[in-house]
């Protein structure tokens, strides 16, 4: 029992060490406020659930099926990567360039927001790529890319990951729920200051991420070139 409850102990451990600081929930409530700038306070808390929930999901997922899903349309790690950091660019690039407020969930006024609209939006691209983007994605994949053998010790390891993957995602939901706290505490021009040098590191994390995924096959397909 000592050595099973090490081992799941052990598991929990990783997977938070290994999603935490890639998925930066804390470094991601600057681009939340920004991003939900037109969003009433119940709305807010609403879509902090949503992203929290969509997040365990979608790394969960990864951790347990991730790895066939792309052997089954062909697609490697590498290609995720870049995929996605182009995606993060561009969204990083529209947060730098926007005159005032983000333009992602920017409107007039929260009667125009639906219950439907905030569920697409919760999911991309507050979830996906900002929140559990590509570089956590990888990560997962990484997670379940080697199953343990023995039905005892592979549902031991599920629910360490799973558990981990939870604390994640509740860590989203609270720095994403009091978010507007630190608004207030900053200020307007505080926060429109933390929001571009946020989403200029958010531009460096995508320009960094492509580069993972292009040296990867750069190095692949050029051994030599290492």
Sequence with gaps: MIIDFSHFTSTVLLAVGALLPIVDPLGGAPIFIGMTA???PA???RMAKSVAINSFLLLIASVLIGAYVLDFFGISIPAVQIAGGVVICAIAWSLLNSPNSPPALAKEGPA???ADDLGQRAFYPLTMPLTAGPGAISVALTLGANPTKGLRPLVETTLGQALGILIVAVSVYLCYRYADRITKKMGPIGT???VRLSAFILLCI???ICWN???TLIIATFPTAA
């Design 38 to 40: 037109g969003l009433t």
């Design 43 to 45: 709305e807010r808390v």
């Design 112 to 114: 125009t927001v639906t």
């Design 192 to 194: 429109g200051v933390v």
């Design 206 to 208: 995508g320009v960094q």
């Design 213 to 215: 995924g292009l040296h």
